[in-house]
Structures are given as structure tokens and as C-alpha cells.
T-cell receptor, first 114, second 118 residues
Framework: DAGVTQSPTHLIKTRGQQVTLRCSPI?????VSWYQQVLGQGPQFIFQ???????GRGNFPDRFSARQFPNYSSELNVNALLLGDSALYLC?????????????FGPGTRLLVL | GDSVTQMEGPVTLSEEAFLTINCTYT??????LFWYVQYPGEGLQLLLK?????DKGSNKGFEATYRKETTSFHLEKGSVQVSDSAVYFC?????????????????FGKGTHLIIQP
């Protein structure tokens, strides 16, 4: 079975632009979470979606938004990009909600903001 | 809020040495605890987990015991190999039984870079 897939793998944007990142969960998984990993740090939680509804949000500004589609894939949108948004963006899927569940991570999208 | 603290790296050991990577946490309620590993050029993978106090998670020779009295989840391995070189992350997930309810994602530590020399 395919694991979690993310696209694109790499992305270069300039300040002020908008970006959309995509994630396909493992087949049968209904929960998708997004994380931001800055170089040298642990991942920071951005959003969790379960059954197409937002179930959790981390401490990120409103420039960050996400949605989950009927097939459980997900998009993360970031508006008005800042230099500090440069990071590896990770998507993770799980069967149910996060507590006690194993989350399976994708390879990530590396975003560079110039 | 919830937080995870793990020992700073890099940690450099010789092959076959004993490994301990310390992890302590702060959380309300009864979190689940995880160790994830990130090998060079690869994504995050679950190494082991424990979902209640005194549980021991184990995988690939690694072990960690959920100690609620000391709020710790230290990672250990009796004899490390060069192939264990990676970044190790301790993480917790918030209990839905805490005040306020809701579901959140994992809270990670900053990671410990482990280097095993032949």
C-alpha cells in the first residue's frame, strides 16, 4: 500500500505570495494533520482534520488555512508568505483522531520563501 | 501548555555502546507518548509508543517506559549500531479527557541527533 504522499516536494516563492500544499493520506485513514518543521527544530502542529472537519488548530496565524476533501485528501494554504514561513511542511495521516493513534508521516514539502 | 524536553545533541557514541536519550514532558491529564525517528533523507517514522502509565514500548531493540511519577519517557538501547544514526524526537498527544476537551496534534521535542561511530 502507498504511504502518505505530498506534493510538490520542493517549492520556491517570494514574500507576499500564496502557496497551496497537497497531501493524500494512506487508504482508509480519515484523519490528516499538518506540521511545520523549521531546520533544527521539532515539528510544530498546525491543523488536524478528521472526517472533513477541523478538529484542532495550533498556534499559527490566520494566514494559514486548510481543508479536507470527501476522499480525505487535504490542502494547506498559506497566504502573504513571510521569510519565516520557510520550512519543511509535513502531512500525517491516522485511522482516527490523534490521541493514542499512530500518525504516519509523508516525506514533506520543502518551502523556501525569498 | 503542553511541552516536551529532550536532551540536546549531537550525541556521539561508539558502535555497541549503551544508549539513553532523556525525555521529560509537561501535560495535563494522561497523554500518550511517542518516539519518532528521522533517518537521513527520510521522513518521520514511529519508533515506539506507550499510551498509559507504566507501559513499555519497544521496537528494533529500543525501549521506553512511560513513568508518570517522573513525567519521563527515556529512550534506551543496549547496543547501538551505525545504522541507528538519525534524529530522534520524543512527542506527546493530548488527552481528550483534559479540561477543555478537543483534539490536537502531537507536541514534539526539539530532537536529538545521534551519531554512531564504527
Amino acid at each position: 500500500d502507498a504511504g502518505v504522499t505530498q506534493s510538490p516536494t520542493h517549492l520556491i516563492k517570494t514574500r507576499g505570495q500564496q502557496v497551496t500544499l497537497r497531501c493524500s493520506p494512506i487508504s482508509g485513514h480519515k484523519s490528516v494533520s499538518w506540521y511545520q518543521q523549521v531546520l533544527g527544530q521539532g515539528p510544530q502542529f498546525i491543523f488536524q482534520y478528521y472526517e472533513k472537519e477541523e478538529r484542532g488548530r495550533g498556534n499559527f496565524p490566520d494566514r494559514f488555512s486548510a481543508r479536507q476533501f470527501p476522499n480525505y485528501s487535504s490542502e494547506l494554504n498559506v497566504n502573504a508568505l513571510l521569510l519565516g514561513d520557510s520550512a519543511l511542511y509535513l502531512c500525517a495521516s491516522s485511522l482516527g483522531q490523534v490521541y493514542q493513534e499512530t500518525q504516519y508521516f509523508g516525506p514533506g514539502t520543502r518551502l523556501l520563501v525569498l | 501548555g503542553d511541552s516536551v524536553t529532550q536532551m540536546e545533541g549531537p550525541v556521539t557514541l561508539s558502535e555497541e555502546a549503551f544508549l539513553t536519550i532523556n525525555c521529560t514532558y509537561t501535560a495535563t491529564g494522561y497523554p500518550s507518548l511517542f518516539w519518532y525517528v528521522q533517518y537521513p533523507g527520510e521522513g518521520l517514522q514511529l519508533l515506539l509508543k506507550a499510551t498509559k502509565a507504566d507501559d513499555k514500548g519497544s521496537n528494533k531493540g529500543f525501549e521506553a517506559t512511560y513513568r508518570k511519577e517522573t513525567t519521563s519517557f527515556h529512550l534506551e538501547k543496549g547496543s547501538v549500531q551505525v545504522s541507528d544514526s538519525a534524529v530522534y524526537f520524543c512527542a506527546l498527544s493530548r488527552s481528550p479527557f483534559r479540561t477543555g476537551g478537543g483534539a490536537d496534534g502531537l507536541t514534539f521535542g526539539k530532537g536529538t541527533h545521534l551519531i554512531i561511530q564504527p
